[in-house]
């Protein structure tokens, strides 16, 4: 029997669905958020603006696809939840992969507690090259 997929599988499978509600559902109001991607850091106080406005509204816009979940792990660090993706994603002009690490503390089933560090978006090498 297969054990049921953590509650940071599940954050990591919306996410690569680009599923808003999945994520939003995750995620509880009020929540803790902060974030570090290559040029900026990220503060958030409500799950609507961490789902919205961040990881669905400027990390992975609109014409950003993502195409495939490579990669998924987690495991825990004391009293937090760990949770390792890398992501596939398709721009406009090219190909991307995008790594996140996460450490995140729940209540009742819910996200109140999320750190982030991402890799950014780094260059997927074109075949020829490789």
């Known amino acids: 029997m297969e054990a049921a997929p953590t509650l940071g599988e599940r ?7 680009k599923d808003r509600d999945a994520l939003r559902a995750l995620l509880d109001d009020p929540i803790d958020f902060k974030a570090l991607t290559p040029g900026r850091h990220w503060d958030a106080g409500s799950a609507d603006e961490v789902v919205d406005q961040i990881v669905l509204g400027r990390w992975f816009e609109p014409g950003d696809h993502i195409e495939r979940l490579l990669h998924v792990s987690t495991g825990r660090v004391g009293d937090r ?8 994603v398709r721009t406009e002009d090219s190909r991307h992969h995008v790594e996140q690490q996460v450490y995140y503390a729940t209540l009742d089933d819910r996200i109140v507690w999320l750190r982030v560090l991402c890799s950014g978006f780094r260059p997927v090498p074109s075949e020829s090259a490789v």
């Not at 954050?11 to 669905?17: K, M, N, V």
């Not at 939840?81 to 596939?88: S, T």
Request: a negative charge; charged letters at 20%.
């Open 81 to 88: 939840e760990h949770l390792a993706y890398r992501l596939e």
């Open 11 to 17: 954050f990591a499978h919306a996410l690569a669905a």
